[in-house]
Each structure stands twice: as C-alpha cells, then as structure tokens.
C-alpha cells in the first residue's frame, strides 16, 4: 500500500487502471533513426551487447526497470527506435540478399557458357 510520502505525483494508483485510451505526449521521437547522422550499431555489436548484457543496447535491465520503473513515454520512444533500426537492419539485409542472388545468377550464367 502507498502512503501519501511515497509520490510527489497529482495520480498515485497502488492497483490495475483499466483505459479505452491513454494519450502520452513525447517530447522526442525516434524518426532520427533515419536520418544522415544516426549511427546505426553493426549487427556484430549489437550480438555482443546482448551476450553480455542479456538485453538490447539503450534498453533498460530489468532491475533497473524493477527498481526504478519506466515512463511508459520513454519506453515508446525506446521501442520505436528499436522498431526502426530493426527496418533498417532489414533493408540492409534484404539489399545484401540481392546483391548475392545476382552475383549467383552471374556464376550460373558463367557455367553454362
């Protein structure tokens, strides 16, 4: 049970809150992701990071989570960054399966000549 010290909030629910809806205002937003200047991790990098971390990189662990929770605003803003660096891991994949398939059909074009 909460007492009225443990939060400096207008709202303070010690339960479940059932919504229709819940409108969060950001004051960032991830779009940046695909722009010029974002640096997007190798693959590789990004396959160490969770080896050693067990989580995505700029996700928060989970005791960072249990002790200190979430703004559910900045969880989105992290998941939605996630969501398009994922689509750009996709497209650069999809590109280098392209790349490949040509490059095999020039190898079995070569080989019938």
Same mark, same amino acid.
């Given at each position: 049970?909460?007492?009225? *010290?443990?939060?400096?909030?207008? /709202?303070s629910v010690d339960g479940i809150i ?7 205002? +950001? ?7 695909? *722009? ?14 969770? +080896?050693?971390?067990?989580? #995505?990189?700029?996700v928060p662990s989970e005791t960072e989570?249990?002790?200190? *929770?979430? +703004?559910? *605003?900045?969880?989105?803003?992290? #998941? ?7 689509? /750009? ?10 790349? /490949?398939?040509?490059? #095999?059909?020039?190898v079995k074009q070569g080989l019938k000549?």
């Amino acid at each position: 049970m909460f007492s009225s *010290g443990d939060f400096d909030h207008w /709202l303070s629910v010690d339960g479940i809150i059932f919504a229709r809806e819940m409108k969060i205002t +950001a004051v960032n937003w991830a779009n940046y992701v695909f *722009g010029p200047e974002y640096y997007l991790l190798p693959l590789r990098r990004v396959e160490q990071f969770i +080896a050693e971390h067990s989580r #995505l990189p700029d996700v928060p662990s989970e005791t960072e989570v249990k002790e200190h *929770g979430i +703004a559910v *605003g900045e969880m989105q803003q992290i #998941l939605m960054r996630k969501i398009e660096e994922l689509t /750009l891991y996709v497209i650069e994949l999809s590109k280098s399966n392209h790349d /490949l398939k040509s490059e #095999l059909e020039e190898v079995k074009q070569g080989l019938k000549r």
